[in-house]
Nanobody, 123 residues
Framework: QVQLVESGGGSVQSGGSLKLSCAFS????????MSWFRQGPGKEREGVAS???????NYTDSVNGRFTISQDNAKNTLYLQMSSLKPEDTAMYYC?????????????????WGKGTLVTISS
């Protein structure tokens, strides 16, 4: 059974940092690419970052240079290091997995989703 469980959300001030984690089970990262998505209050879900099975990464423009997606295959955990946070980064953050070598922040038809972790950035 596939499971994805996010953690690490919280409340920080603008300019601060947070590191989100997504512990996954039921599949391996050599056959599933993974992505982070977010949905802010009153906004549509937005792709944030993705990592392919070969470790290649992609970011949406608004977070490029501030966020870093990575994974620890030994721990079956996906991460999202977020720095220079802004109030507009406030959102529920979700990790997701797709049985494919390649993912994109613009591709939403993922196979599995976590339930999310809330990030709140105050000005």
């Amino acid at each position: 059974q596939v499971q994805l469980v996010e953690s690490g959300g919280g409340s920080v001030q603008s300019g601060g940092s947070l590191k989100l984690s997504c512990a996954f089970s039921g599949f391996t990262s050599d056959t599933y690419c993974m992505s982070w998505f977010r949905q802010g209050p009153g906004k549509e879900r937005e792709g944030v970052a993705s990592i392919d099975t070969d470790g290649s990464t992609n970011y949406t423009d608004s977070v490029n240079g501030r966020f870093t997606i990575s994974q620890d295959n030994a721990k079956n955990t996906l991460y999202l290091q977020m720095s220079s946070l802004k109030p507009e980064d406030t959102a529920m953050y979700y990790c997701a997995a797709l049985r494919n070598d390649y993912c994109s922040p613009r591709y939403y038809a993922m196979d599995y989703w976590g339930k999310g972790t809330l990030v709140t950035i105050s000005s």
